[in-house]
């Protein structure tokens, strides 16, 4: 029984990079040796055990069968006779492909040193193409890796063109492409992931209404000003998809199983730039209309998500029309001075408080703006 350190661990040691997890492969051992040794099995259907003090993974060693299409479509076929360079040989890039062994000598059948040096983003063999989410993971990589000079090979870049028009990644299953997209949007230039997943033609059936000339860079355009702070994954998203219109964002993100809160930033996102596009264009801005934008917004109950949405329209409006946020922010201000409390003191209370609250934030608002419009 042989174990050695495999996969991102060896990569990040190599590009002198931090080691978050590390994952270990054992060869020549059966599950039965594993609890023997006091491992625990974690999870049914493959052979992974956690070490019963470090608490890693330690993989036996595996390679996989193709049935159908799609990520659902392996079998995982683990015995203690599959080799270190069969596991080896079923993992996406070369630069993830490599092992260290106990004695601490490097095992790189697929010359990812070599790629790791020559910042090469390349498949391991063809079988990559067995499984579509590696599209994803390359596309992830390059959003990390091209700051530090990595590209995606000419001819990995042509196994994923072959793999999308061959229809692969229509079978991803959303929750997986949506885990992959969650990761990229906070990898470096999470920009890339999108360019790469466009220079494939994954991005036209994973998010079609982005892939298209034009609208594509003004939401990267977008995604490069959220991302260059510490922004949330909603806040990504909704800059990313504030190219397109509110039914449009709003069932996109769905169809991507995103989370509710990220589905609604999106809608809302899109609502309010198509909102204050309209009102930039009028002489004077009405005050019920920015009253409505606040309700909307659930600016009372939320004004953090409010902040949080004011932070993304900073990237998704056109520069004039960015203006008309400090102008909604002061209204905002205003308005939050009205007390419930203090008009349930005067006695009013159901419609009638509900009213009164109405009436003074809109005057408040009204007060908080400009003259004119312009
Ligand atoms: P990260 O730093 O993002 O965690 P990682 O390389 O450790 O990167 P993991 O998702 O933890 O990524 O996967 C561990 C290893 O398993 C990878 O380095 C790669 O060798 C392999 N791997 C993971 N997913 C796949 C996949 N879908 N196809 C092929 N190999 C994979």
Known sequence: MQTYLVGGAVRDELLGLEVKDRDWVVVGATPEEMLAKGFKQVGADFPVFLHPETREEYALARTERKQGRGYHGFSVYSAPD??????????????????????GELVDPFDGFRDLKDHALRHVSPAFAEDP?????TARFAARLTPLGFRVCDDTMRLMRQMVAEGE????VPERVWQEIQRALHEHEPDTFFEVLQACDALAVLIPELAVPGVLEEALEALRCISGSDTETDQ??????????????RHRAATLKAPNDCRSLAGLTAHFKAEV????????????????????????????????????LECALPEPERAFLKVLGKAADSATGVSPKALMEQGLSGKA???????????????SLPDTNN
Do not use: Y
């Open 236 to 249: 990504r998203v909704a800059a990313l998809f504030s190219v397109l219109d509110e039914e449009t964002a």
């Open 277 to 312: 596009t309209e009102l930039c264009s009028m002489d004077r801005l009405p005050a019920d209309r920015l009253l409505e934008l606040l309700d909307t917004a659930d600016f009372w109950r939320r004004p953090e998500r409010f902040q949080a949405l004011t932070e993304v």
């Open 353 to 367: 408080l509900g009213r009164a609250i109405r009436e003074e934030r809109l005057t408040r608002i009204q007060q």
């Open 133 to 137: 989410l590696r599209i994803l993971r």
């Open 169 to 172: 990644v229509d079978h991803l």
């Open 82 to 103: 599959v080799t270190l360079e069969e596991d080896l040989k079923r993992r996406d890039l070369t630069i993830n492909a490599m092992a260290r062994s106990e004695e």
